[in-house]
């Protein structure tokens, strides 16, 4: 049976456990998403992986964790995210520290730690042209304890013969009202991000044809105060601010996603 932590990973904008928090609420420590320098590889080469965390109650602390890395088991359609599947996967550990000055002066909110990834150079042998060229995932599964809780996220690197990979969304920018998102938010704003730019990219069918399609960018909203009417959007839908505005400071975190892999994040101080 898959974990209930395992589950939440695979459901990163869903509300999961039993408590029904807001998935917009940046109130407890979490994991936003994971970063990889690049999403799409050529076999054995790297990746290196960052998590970007918030945990704005923790005062400041060292959170150990352990990695474990392998091919992708088939998560997409149906199986554990787990490497017990794999003989060769790869072991490894982590570390989560919200004390270095550029977390603790930014409500502990942003990237922590960093893990380099080497796909094994063989992992597309045996594979039709087909499999080479859409690409097999390799995956990295983090695991942490914190507060007494099990915390785990994984992230998919893809393999492929491409010649032309996946690079990361860039160019995002948050607006208010369609315009600077300036001071701090009030109540009704609204907020839309502009300039994110979605990649082509090709696949081959099962015919042996090949396609041109675009990537269907979404994005992710977060807040250390209040609440949004739309949790997720795509760049240009809007979503809008539902509290007063506190005195003091607020952190607004943007997780754009290219459905690829490809992660960029925008975090702005209010």
């Not at 989560?96 to 409500?107: E, G, K, V, Y």
């Not at 690409?135 to 994984?154: A, E, L, N, R, W």
């Not at 690079?167 to 300036?182: D, E, R």
Request: with cysteine; proline share 4%; net charge negative.
């Amino acid at each position: 049976m898959k974990s209930l932590t395992l589950i939440c990973a695979l459901f990163l904008f869903a509300s999961c456990g039993d408590d029904f928090r807001k998935v917009d609420a940046l109130d407890r420590f979490r994991i936003l998403t994971v970063i990889a320098d690049n999403p799409e590889v050529a076999p054995g080469g790297t990746a290196n992986l960052e998590l970007f965390v918030s945990d704005p109650k923790g005062g400041g602390r060292i959170i150990a964790g352990t990695t474990v890395s392998c091919i992708d088991p088939g998560i997409s359609v149906g199986a554990d995210v787990s490497c017990d599947h794999d003989p060769a996967r790869v072991t490894g550990t982590y570390t989560i520290d919200t004390t270095t000055a550029d977390l603790t002066s930014n409500l502990f909110t942003g990237v922590s730690g960093s893990l380099a990834v080497t796909v094994p150079a063989t992992i597309l042998q045996g594979l039709s042209s087909r499999e080479e060229f859409n690409g097999v995932g390799y995956i990295v599964i983090f695991t942490f304890t914190v507060d007494s809780q099990t915390v785990s996220t994984f992230k998919r690197i893809v393999a492929t013969t491409r010649t032309t990979l996946n690079a990361n969304p860039v160019g995002g920018v948050v607006q208010k009202n369609g315009g600077a998102l300036g001071g701090s938010l009030q109540k009704e704003d609204k907020l839309t991000i502009s300039g994110a730019a979605a990649e082509s990219y090709d696949v081959v069918n099962v015919d042996g044809t090949q396609e041109t399609k675009t990537e269907t960018l979404s994005v992710a909203w977060y807040i250390t105060h209040g609440e949004f009417d739309r949790p997720k959007t795509r760049p240009a839908e809007e979503t809008e601010y539902q509290d007063s505005p506190l005195s003091s400071q607020m952190i607004l975190v943007s997780v754009i996603r290219d459905e690829r892999g490809g992660v960029q994040v925008l975090r702005e101080s209010l």
